[in-house]
């Protein structure tokens, strides 16, 4: 099977753009995750998608959204682009929801906002 | 603070020697997961242990959880330059009905040849 797929790996965008970010998961997974990954907070949770809804949700503001097709693709949408937005964004799929399930990872999309 | 917490922060060690990585977090958890990162193979999943098992092995592996310190261990036996990489744990956290997946910020190990 193929795995995680991310589109672009690379993006640079200036303040005040907005993004948009594609996740294909491993075929048969029905569960997509995102995650922000910075050196300066780590690698923070963003929200979960199962079933083509939103499941849970980070601390992060309303900028940040995002939706899933009824194939599980996933796309992230940050709007009004800041400079801490910068980072690493990884999305995770697995085969159900929750938490006792194994998360297989993308290689991430690398957003540098100048 | 951030839960997940790794320690130590960074560890350097010689090929073939065992390196430990503990990790404490604050909430009630039902699993945690121990994490790898490196830029070769991006994340990937090592083990998930349950609130209810109290040691776990694979292959060279080793990780236990202690609910009543709220701690966990990852043990690496036998490290090889490849194991060169963040070592991160994860649990999940409730919070009014939801949850959120809350990594801890890694341990940087360094297994020189």
């Known amino acids: 099977k193929a795995g995680v797929t991310q589109t672009p790996r690379y993006l640079i965008k200036t303040r005040g753009q907005q993004v948009t970010l594609s996740c294909s998961p491993i075929s048969g997974h029905r569960s997509v995750s995102w995650y922000q990954q910075t050196p300066g907070q780590g690698l923070q949770f963003l929200f979960e998608y199962f079933s083509e809804t939103q499941r849970n949700k980070g601390n992060f503001p309303g900028r940040f959204s995002g939706r899933q097709f009824s194939n599980s693709r996933s796309e992230m949408n940050v709007s009004t682009l800041e400079l801490g937005d910068s980072a690493l964004y990884l999305c995770?799929?697995?085969?159900?929801?929750?938490?006792?399930?194994?998360?297989?990872f993308g290689p991430g999309t690398r957003l540098t906002v100048l | 603070s951030q839960q997940g917490e790794e320690d130590p922060q960074a560890l350097s060690i010689q090929e073939g020697e065992n390196a430990t990585m503990n990790c404490s977090y604050k909430?009630?958890?039902?699993?945690l997961q121990w994490y790898r990162q490196n830029s070769g193979r991006g994340l990937v999943h090592l083990i998930l242990i349950r609130s209810n098992e109290r040691e776990k092995h694979s292959g060279r592996l080793r990780v236990t959880l202690d609910t009543s310190k709220k701690s966990s261990s990852l043990l690496i036996t036998a490290s090889r330059a490849a194991d060169t990489a963040s070592y991160f744990c994860a649990i999940r956290k409730t919070t009014s009905g939801t949850y959120k997946y809350i990594f801890g910020t890694g341990t940087r190990l360094k297994v020189l040849a």
């Open positions: 995770a799929s697995s085969e159900g929801q929750g938490w006792n399930n194994e998360q297989f």
């Open positions: 909430t009630s958890i039902n699993n």
